[in-house]
């Protein structure tokens, strides 16, 4: 079996696929994230896990499947990048407020052979929000390297009132996608919870 390299620096994804018991070295893989004219949202995301994934390949040592992901928050098809400063930050949250979103994550896999990928879409729905809880908000920190300028699974949790779809993938990996992904890659979860049977 060859050894799994994740191409993202995001502590979220290393999380996710440490609790699916998944064991993996993580590998750089930089690339330029602006979107093309008329690009669609999920055309975007796609797009950009599988370039990750041909760049974390690229730097291999040897043969290996490499793993990479992309989430993007769009609201009416508008993408909603990281907060580039407070101002930007504000009115991503002042957009999102008593509204309903879309987050996309797309995960590419490749051993240089072949890159399978997904796109998983999951409606986001935030209660309002005040100027002065977007205020601090921003204040904690958290906002500034979040695309959409939230996180679900930290401090903005409050935010969200509901959602329909998968909580992982607005995490930033979809575990049941993925999960199928690596299979076909002969890699299995559990490999860090496996227990021999009592005798």
């Known amino acids: 079996m060859n050894p799994l390299y994740l191409a993202s620096g995001s502590p979220r994804r290393r999380e996710l696929l440490t609790q699916i018991g998944v064991p993996f070295s993580v590998v750089s ?18 797009r ?23 989430t993007v928050v769009a609201v009416n098809g508008q993408i909603l990048g990281k907060p580039r400063d407070r101002e930007h930050a504000l009115a991503m949250l002042a957009e999102l407020s008593d509204n309903q979103h879309q987050v996309l994550t797309a995960v590419a896999v490749t051993d240089g052979t072949r890159c ?8 986001v729905h935030f209660r309002p929000v005040s100027p002065q809880e977007a205020e601090r908000y921003w204040a904690t920190g958290e ?9 679900i699974q930290g401090l903005g949790a409050v935010f969200v009132r509901a959602l329909s779809g998968s909580y992982s993938a607005v995490v930033g990996l979809p575990l049941f996608e993925t999960a199928r992904l690596l299979e076909a890659f ?4 559990w490999q860090q919870h496996e227990v021999s049977a009592p005798r």
């Open 29 to 46: 893989a930089p690339i330029d994230e602006t979107p093309l004219a008329e690009e669609g949202v999920a055309a975007y995301a796609v």
């Open 48 to 70: 950009l896990a599988r370039a990750k994934a041909e760049a974390g390949l690229a730097r291999l040592p040897g043969p290996g499947v490499v793993l990479a992901a992309d």
């Open 116 to 123: 399978l990928d997904v796109c998983v879409g999951t409606d």
């Open 143 to 151: 906002p500034l390297d979040k695309a959409g300028g939230y996180a």
């Open 186 to 189: 002969s890699i299995p979860c």
